[in-house]
């Protein structure tokens, strides 16, 4: 009788674990359609230039997050690879700026799509650059996540222009942060990590900021649009950092898919953007593949530390 009833509250706290981790993803995902939507609404309708956007939207993200930073304490930025902690913020800064940049001039629905690329660009530099082993199975997804956006890039029609290719850019450069990311890992804490990108993340946007036009923000309603993204960005970690710690990686990952939607929603309710046909085939291949690499990453994580 008790085994069983111990049983059955397992399942149950397994089973609450898992839809909590799935709300929260899906949750993120909503937060960063409100996001894109600000930032795209401050760039590409009133003018803002996308320095500045992303510089104020990621102070006001700093500044959500002082609370915890102070409890942190700046202790943990105590290091031996300081080199390392600026190049993997300096790269983060580009994939930033990159990003905001495209949002000015790409629809979301397309920008969304492409910035999905990133986990295949992790894939070939942990290859290339890391020596890490990739099977035949991960080049194989690889190549049909990158099939999927050049289907959606579509560099043959005439609707394609150099500004589709920021969004790409940003998932370059966001990529090798997360590859930054890992190798660090090796030698700090997550906190360590965590913190440094917040010191520095807002200093180095300043700089771009102040040697790309200043920080001019156009009026009132672009001024609370840009807070809004800070603090729906700072949201939106918090949820994905509440998903990783409430379900599986393996289960939780399919769910940040959901973005793709949501976003595609956000741009069509107040831009009017209706996706090309393209969209489709090319975000069925880059959602497949990457749900793949996610799944067989976690599954070989497990096996090596079992």
Not at 2 to 14: D, G, I, K, P
Not at 177 to 192: A, D, H, P, V
Not at 207 to 219: H, Y
């Amino acid at each position: 009788m008790n085994q069983t009833r111990l049983h059955s509250n397992l399942f149950a706290v397994s089973n609450g674990g898992a839809l909590a981790g799935a709300a929260f993803m899906i949750a993120a995902g909503a937060a960063f359609a409100v996001v894109n939507t600000s930032l795209q609404a401050v760039t590409m309708s009133m003018g803002m230039a996308p320095t500045a956007a992303a510089f104020w939207q990621y102070l006001v993200a700093m500044l959500c997050c002082l609370p915890w930073v102070m409890r942190t304490g700046f202790g943990v930025l105590k290091t031996e690879n300081a080199g390392a902690h600026i190049l993997r913020v300096v790269m983060a800064a580009i994939g930033v700026q990159f990003w905001v940049a495209g949002l000015a001039h790409v629809p979301i629905w397309q920008a969304i799509a492409l910035i999905m690329t990133s986990p295949f660009f992790v894939t070939l530099g942990a290859g290339l650059f890391l020596g890490e082993r990739v099977g035949i199975a991960r080049w194989t997804a690889t190549a049909l996540g990158f099939a999927g956006g050049m289907i959606i890039l579509a560099p043959w029609s005439d609707a394609f222009t150099a500004a589709t290719m920021l969004p790409v850019a940003a998932a370059v450069f966001w990529a090798a942060t997360s590859l930054m990311t890992k190798r660090l890992t090796k030698f700090e804490s997550t906190r360590t990590i965590t913190l440094y990108m917040l010191v520095l993340l807002t200093p180095i946007n300043a700089g771009l900021a102040a040697g790309s036009g200043g920080f001019a923000v156009p009026d009132l309603s672009a001024a609370a649009l840009v807070v809004l993204a800070g603090a729906m960005t700072m949201a939106a970690q918090w949820l994905i950092v509440r998903a990783y710690a409430s379900a599986d990686a393996a289960y939780v990952q399919p769910f940040d898919h959901v973005k793709l939607p949501l976003n595609i929603m956000a741009g069509w309710i107040v831009f009017g953007f209706v996706p090309g046909g393209n969209l489709w085939l090319g975000s069925l291949l880059i959602v497949s593949a990457s749900i793949f690499i996610a799944h067989r990453e976690t599954r070989q994580a497990s096996l090596a530390r079992a």
